[in-house]
């Protein structure tokens, strides 16, 4: 074939491609340039129909079915979001009422031995899917950050033993999360570093507070004070006992005043220093997460030395 025949074939296809998209937008391949958008009665009904034609299966063609059913002009969905839609709202064994005082019991239990793993928090308790399990958390830990902020009790006031027991553990999750935040901070600053949140993780609203100073030791151990005054049943001190200490969790000296070019940070048994000159030194180690984040303080000091090399080399 000549190279004249090759080019009108291949112009004849790409004609052929650019009508095929003009008349069904939402039918060739996964969508690249879907948005955030919230889902309509029109489109889970579309939803339903094509999950019960693929059986719950092959999500790519659920997708492809749901956006053929729509119109132009509304965003095309991805298989992703059909699956997340499915499982987490329309699924007829998913249960999407308020979780129950049992059910909070038994994830707080859970909670303890295997942390933020939802998935296996959900899989204890019946018809709940990590994404239910994962807000509810999330939404009961920022609702405590708030009022940790604000010094109010108002909206927290536990009714019974079990339920203080239950505020006092989220409070403790809360100053864990403080410190991992503060940590995070200083590294990035004694690393020049801009992207502290996604070296810290977790949740965006709380690292925005903990880097504004909402949350603070000090507001964490005042809270928990106006939480054991404020309540009007009597309390077991043994299950008590073990959150006795965040009554005194201040630091002798305030992260606002540590030099960005210095900081020392001296927690009950463990400190870390930050030298001139970006040298990362290990005093003493008493939790097993701090390794990993002198690995990777180390790990950026590497590659700050190594692009400096290359533009000295240039």
Not at 4 to 19: M, S, Y
Not at 56 to 68: F, I, K, P, Y
Not at 235 to 247: A, C, F, G, H, M
Request: aromatic share 8%; glycine share 4%; net charge positive.
């Amino acid at each position: 074939m000549s190279r004249l025949t090759v080019n009108l074939v291949f112009q004849a296809l790409i004609l052929i491609l650019i009508l095929m998209k003009h008349q069904f937008p939402h039918s060739i391949g996964e969508p690249t340039n879907y948005l955030r958008y919230i889902w309509n009665k029109t489109e889970d009904r579309a939803l339903r129909a094509a999950v019960r034609r693929f059986k719950g299966e092959q999500w790519t063609l659920v997708a492809d079915s749901v956006n053929r059913r729509l119109s132009s002009t509304v965003p095309p969905k991805t298989s992703k979001q059909c699956r997340e839609r499915w499982v987490n709202q329309l699924c007829p064994t998913v249960n999407l009422g308020p979780l129950t005082k049992e059910e909070i019991a038994k994830a707080f239990e859970v909670h303890r031995k295997a942390g933020n793993r939802w998935a296996h928090i959900a899989s204890e308790l019946v018809r709940r899917t990590d994404n239910i399990v994962k807000n509810w958390f999330l939404c009961k830990l920022r609702k405590l950050a708030r009022c940790v902020k604000k010094g109010t009790v108002a909206l927290m006031l536990p009714g019974d033993g079990t339920e203080l027991v239950q505020e006092l553990y989220m409070v403790e999750y809360l100053h864990k999360y403080y410190l991992s935040a503060e940590r995070h901070k200083n590294i990035a600053r004694s690393l020049n570093s801009q992207n502290r949140r996604r070296k810290n993780g977790g949740d965006r609203y709380i690292n925005r507070m903990v880097e504004k100073g909402d949350i603070t030791a000090t507001k964490l151990s005042e809270f928990v004070k106006l939480l054991l005054e404020s309540i009007s049943f009597e309390v077991d001190q043994n299950s008590i006992q073990k959150y006795e200490y965040l009554l005194d969790i201040a630091p002798s000296r305030s992260y606002s005043e540590l030099d960005s070019s210095n900081p020392n940070i001296d927690l009950k048994s463990e400190t870390i220093i930050f030298s001139t000159g970006n040298i990362l030194s290990l005093i003493h180690i008493s939790e097993p997460t701090r390794q990993a984040e002198i690995s990777y303080a180390v790990f950026c000091l590497k590659k700050k030395k190594k692009k400096k090399k290359k533009q000295k080399k240039k």
